[in-house]
């Protein structure tokens, strides 16, 4: 991640939801499909991850790989200034957090969980969803673009079937923000 005070870039929030925009169960995603995961690791590499703790915690093989990885955590046990667990941001608010990566160069890219989702949205500018043709038993949710006036849809691929599962890439754009 390299400094530069002049960048101007879009926040990004992007999950994957069902019919309802829920998102995950004790912890865990909904499902797990491969052209989803595809299309998360093509769209944030190289950027900047923005996570809460109990996500970072949940990642199979520790921080994502060619990214830089950011965690917001209310916990004050993991202190700002110091490292942890390699090379990770940390900030225990939304606007700390933005502080933090003011001037950085590279894509920002909110991760989850639902708090962190829900916490960033008054920032976000573009929302990427891959839209589940299903419903789950889940805990945790997104949340419903389609009823939130700040958003609309701005582009919506085919639908796409993988592993049982028939979903589809939406993107929300913030109005104004087109």
């Known amino acids: 991640m390299k400094k530069n005070d002049s960048v101007v870039r879009e926040i990004t929030a992007i999950v994957a939801v069902d019919r309802k925009w829920a998102i995950g169960k004790d912890g865990r995603l909904l499902a797990r499909i491969p052209g989803d995961l595809k299309y998360f690791k ?5 950027g900047v991850c923005v996570m809460g703790r109990k996500t970072f915690e949940s990642l199979p093989s520790g921080p994502l790989p060619g990214r830089t990885n950011c965690v917001l955590t209310r916990d004050m046990n993991f202190a700002e200034d110091e490292v942890w667990r ?7 608010s939304a606007s700390g957090m933005l502080s933090k990566l003011n001037g950085f160069s590279g894509n920002i890219f909110i991760i989850g969980g639902g708090i962190v989702y829900r916490e960033f949205l008054p920032y976000t500018d573009v929302c990427l969803v891959t839209k589940i043709d299903a419903e789950f038993e889940a805990d945790t949710f ?8 700040d958003f609309r849809l701005a582009a919506e691929s085919g639908k796409q079937e993988e592993n049982g599962y028939r979903y589809r890439f939406l993107e929300y754009r913030r109005k104004g923000k087109e």
């Open 42 to 46: 093509e769209k944030t590499f190289g």
């Open 86 to 92: 390699g090379d990770i941001i940390i900030a225990h």
């Open 142 to 149: 997104f949340p419903n673009l389609d009823l939130n006036p």
